[in-house]
Every structure is written in structure tokens, then in C-alpha cells.
């Protein structure tokens, strides 16, 4: 069984479109977070969620927003994307923040 | 604001040797610290995780170390093989204890 897993792994979209990716872990963890890795493989935290709630938010664009339906999903929407969104971006989960993360296999976003 | 520092990009050496990784930090004081390897083309993994009160934690043929006088951890992978052959990454609890910062990384290549 796949512990935390994306979709989609792969995705290609024109500048100005929407897109989301989806993210769910079973492991039952408290905390959910959204990562964005750069062409120089630099891993900044964007997001993170407990129990539904928004308790970090790093200083990224408001075009990306994360939607958590339950403790087990969270998803990132994304509108209006630029060239500079082109990243691999990662969900992780953890039982709370002083444990470790588990990372999903990562979304592939270009933006053309 | 807090730095971390991987202390290079790139580390070659020959199976069967110990590599060793150190990651520094500036303005802070953590409360733990992680090691997390990563793949190319995959999420991290989780290594190791070490506490403030903590000065050293094994796990088979690694080993971490935590000096916060020094203010820096230093990783060791023991008989090395070509399969450990990736990028390890450091990562610090943040201020407020709610997320991973995570180092740039050193990408390690073990040559048989």
C-alpha cells in the first residue's frame, strides 16, 4: 500500500491555465504539507495542515491555495500559472511536527 | 533567520570507505534534527531524526551526531556501497516547531 500518494505525477499546462494536485495519505496522520523542490533541488515548505486547519503558510503567492475535504487529503490548487511555477512539487505527512515525514513521489509541473 | 548549510554539493568516494556529510546552522537553536535521503526522480525518505538532548544515534551503518555548541550534526554511512550512492538532506524543526527546513543537500557517489 502506497502511504502517501499524488496525482497527477506528471503535468504540462499552458501560462494563465488553473490546475490542481491531489495529494492522500494512509497512514493517519495529523499533519499533511505541500513542498516545492526548484531546478537547483532546493525543498521549501509552502503549506502545511493539522487536522484541517492552516497552521503554517510560507510567503508564496495567494494564486496557490491548499484544500483539505479531511485529515486524510490535501490538495493545492493553483491559478493562473507563470513559468516560474515549473517545479516538482512534494505532499508529505507526519504524525505531528516533531516527527518524520513521510514524502509522496512528487508531481511534475511545467508550465510552457 | 535561520541558515542551514550542507557542506558541499557533490561527495565522491570509493566502497567500503565512511562518508561523512556535515550540515551547519546559523541563528537558531533547534529542537531536532533529521536526515532524509532522496532519489533521483522520488520524494525524500526518512533516515534518521536526533533530539537537542541528544548526542549521537545509530542505525545500522549510520550514524548521526548533534553538536549545538558547534551548532552541527554530521552524518556517517559506514562500508559504504554504490547503492548509497544519492542526495542526503539535512532538515531543522523551525522556530515556531511547525515545519522542516531543509539543506540544499550533498549528493553523494560511492564508485565500486
Known amino acids: 500500500d502506497t502511504a502517501v500518494s499524488q496525482t497527477p505525477k506528471y503535468l504540462v499546462t499552458q501560462m494563465g491555465n488553473d490546475k490542481s494536485i491531489k495529494c492522500e495519505q494512509n497512514?493517519?496522520?495529523?499533519?499533511m504539507y505541500w513542498y516545492k523542490q526548484d531546478s537547483k533541488k532546493f525543498l521549501k515548505i509552502m503549506f502545511s495542515?493539522?487536522?484541517?486547519?492552516?497552521?503554517i503558510n510560507e510567503t508564496v503567492p495567494n494564486r496557490f491555495s491548499p484544500k483539505s475535504p479531511d485529515k486524510a487529503h490535501l490538495n493545492l490548487h493553483i491559478n493562473s500559472l507563470e513559468l516560474g511555477d515549473s517545479a516538482v512539487y512534494f505532499c508529505a505527512s507526519s504524525q505531528d511536527a516533531y516527527n518524520e515525514q513521510f514524502f509522496g513521489p512528487g508531481t511534475r509541473l511545467t508550465v510552457l | 533567520s535561520q541558515k542551514i548549510e550542507q557542506n558541499s554539493e557533490a561527495l565522491n568516494i570509493q566502497e567500503g570507505k565512511t562518508a561523512t556529510l556535515t550540515c551547519n546552522y546559523t541563528n537558531y537553536s533547534p529542537a531536532y534534527l533529521q536526515w532524509y535521503r532522496q532519489d533521483p526522480g522520488r520524494g525524500p525518505v526518512f533516515l534518521l531524526l536526533i533530539r537537542e538532548n541528544e548526542k549521537e544515534k545509530r542505525k545500522e551503518r549510520l550514524k548521526v551526531t548533534f553538536d549545538t555548541t558547534l551548532k552541527q550534526s554530521l552524518f556517517h554511512i559506514t562500508a559504504s556501497q554504490p547503492a548509497d550512492s544519492a542526495t542526503y538532506l539535512c532538515a531543522l524543526d523551525d522556530q515556531a516547531g511547525t515545519a522542516l527546513i531543509f539543506g540544499k543537500g550533498t549528493t553523494l557517489s560511492v564508485s565500486s
Open positions: 497512514l493517519g496522520h495529523d499533519t
Open positions: 495542515y493539522n487536522n484541517k486547519e492552516l497552521i
